[in-house]
Structure formats: C-alpha cells, structure tokens
C-alpha cells in the first residue's frame, strides 16, 4: 500500500516524513501518471491558488477527480482542505468540491500568521496539537460529513467517506494520530 503526496509546492517533505514514521510507503505526485500505484493521496498546505494553476497546467486537476470516483483516499491539509471542499469563498476559487464542507480561506484574518491550540479530537484520548498556518475557517459542513474535532466554535478535522481534511497542520508536529488515521482509510479498499 502506497500514499501519494502532491509535491507542487507547500510542506510536502514534512507528509513525507511523517509516513517515513509511521513506516508507509509514500511516492511524489506531480503528474497524472504517480497516481497509478498509490490508494491514497495527501494535498498539503502552501498555497491553494498556486495548486489549482499548477494542478491544471500539468492535467492534474481532473486526473484527481477521477481517482476520487475510482475509489481513492483524500486527505488534505489546510491548503489541501481548500482544494477538496464544495465552496470556497474569501475569495472564490474553483476546487475538486470533493466534500460538502463550505470554506473561508485566511478566515482566521490574514495579519495572524499562525496559531497553535490544545485540542480534542475523536481519533484518540490525548489532546491534539493543532498547528494553524494562514489557515482557512470551515463555515458549514453537509449532513454527510462527519466533525472528528473542533476548535473556536469551527469543525478542524472532518472526513466524509474516504475524504479527510484538516484546517491545521498535523504534519508539523510529533503525533501520528491523524495521518494513521487516514493510512487506515486509504488501506480500507481500493
Ligand atoms: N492561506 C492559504 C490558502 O488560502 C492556505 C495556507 C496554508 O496551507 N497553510 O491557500
């Protein structure tokens, strides 16, 4: 079983050594082509605008709509969050619309860099370091989705189905428990 991780731009050397932890097989994906073998894949953080042009240019954009209707596991943080949901405003931009999850992009405002917080979630007992970088505010969620942790009155970790998405950044701290999460949903068929 291998993860893809879409290496356009952004954090995805810290996925990479994240699943280098956990002892999973990852591959760089940055053409249609890396999607062959893998049964998951992750879109990290970095800029969102950047990967629609990039993810469009290289036939990328409807060769990831296609492995999601095929069965593939979705996991995206921050950026990668912005890229799965339905509707993404602040401002408008396309996206896969993956998850029925409605997204405020830099809704935290654009001054506060970033942000960590203490917080629970469904995965495990311990409280979670959520990192927050430039991150966007997951407005509303469809009844199909389900909030795995929440923080300031926002949902943080959603998944619907075989779709994950984090607004922080679980790849930029110590615990696996997000990404051990999403190995298990991608490992689940395919
Ligand atoms: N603000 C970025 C965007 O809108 C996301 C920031 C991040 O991924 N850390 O695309």
Known sequence: MKIGIMAIQGDYEA?????????V???FVRRPENLAEVSGIILPGGESTTHVKVMTE?????ALKRFAASGGAFFGTCAGAILLARDVHGPAQVSLGLMDISVLRN???RQLASDVHM?????HKEPLEMVFIRAPIIESV????????????????VQQGKMLA???HPELTSDTVVHKHFVAMARNGH
Do not use: I, M, Q
């Open 107 to 109: 809704g935290y405002g």
């Open 25 to 27: 097989e990852h591959d």
């Open 119 to 123: 917080g629970r979630t469904k995965l």
């Open 15 to 23: 996925h990479a050594k994240t699943l280098d932890r956990l002892g």
């Open 142 to 157: 469809g009844s199909g989705v389900e909030v795995l942790a929440e923080d300031a009155g926002h949902p943080v970790l």
């Open 58 to 62: 290289e036939g990328l954009f409807d």
């Open 166 to 168: 984090a607004t922080f």
